[in-house]
């Protein structure tokens, strides 16, 4: 299977909060990462967790990582039309600056 | 400060040609990698550079290679272009504080459309 695995799309209305899933299946990672990629775009850092933590928060960025269960989210609060994109979840692998990356998920945010 | 940068930012070529693709890191960055990015593999890492040699090295074919010159900038190049090497090519840069890993920051990537 895929080393990262999200979710394909996702929904919400303006306002709403959103959370993104991801798990990813090798336990040496020790960096997990959210980029945001708007169409004919690079891609954005958003966010960074390290493995030792548990919940990191920045602004209206919520990450929480259940280490055991190889299990990364994203909670955007009060989720805006400028926020619709696509998001990636990436985990550094064994090989160290090699990032693997999920095929990424879509947001649509509605008024 | 400055991101990284790409250029050209667009690119087309018709199979058989070979391209150059240039990236200028975030100043202080040492190290550089590249990814290719298509709708069917999503993002894949091609390789990493740092002190001009490559530390890293994803699953390509020897067509794809690279270098980095000795101000980090580092080129990428593909030759015998085959019609599936269309992608957004994407540029990250990072300090390399350790030798395991750090944190990287994206360029805007060049699309390549090969005909």
């Known amino acids: 299977g895929e080393d990262v695995e999200q979710s394909l799309f996702l929904s919400v209305r303006e306002g709403d909060s959103s959370v993104i899933n991801c798990t990813y299946t090798d336990s040496s990672s020790t960096y997990l990462y959210w980029y945001k990629q708007e169409p004919g775009a690079g891609l954005q850092l958003l966010t960074y967790?390290?493995?030792?933590?548990d919940m990191k928060q920045d602004q209206r960025l919520t990450v929480l990582l259940n280490k055991k269960d190889k299990h990364l989210s994203l909670r955007i609060a009060d989720t805006q039309t400028g926020d619709s994109a696509i998001y990636f979840c990436?985990?550094?692998?064994?090989?160290?600056?090699?990032?693997?990356f999920g095929k990424g998920t879509s947001l649509l945010v509605t008024p | 400060k400055a991101g990284v940068t790409q250029t050209p930012r667009y690119l087309i070529k018709t199979r058989g040609q070979q391209v150059t693709l240039s990236c200028s890191p975030i100043s202080g960055h040492r190290s550089v990698s590249w990814y290719q990015q298509t709708p069917g593999q999503g993002l894949q890492f091609l390789f990493e550079y740092f002190s001009e040699t490559q530390r890293n090295k994803g699953n390509f074919p020897g067509r794809f290679s690279g270098r980095q010159f000795s101000n980090s900038r580092s080129e990428m190049n593909v030759s015998t272009l085959e019609l599936g090497d269309s992608a957004l090519y994407l540029c990250?840069?990072?300090?390399?504080?350790?030798?395991?890993?750090?944190?990287?920051?994206f360029g805007p990537g060049t699309r390549l459309t090969v005909l």
């Open positions: 990250a840069s990072s300090l390399r504080r350790t030798t395991f890993t750090d944190t990287q920051y």
């Open positions: 990436a985990a550094n692998s064994n090989s160290g600056y090699a990032l693997n």
């Open positions: 967790i390290f493995s030792n933590m």
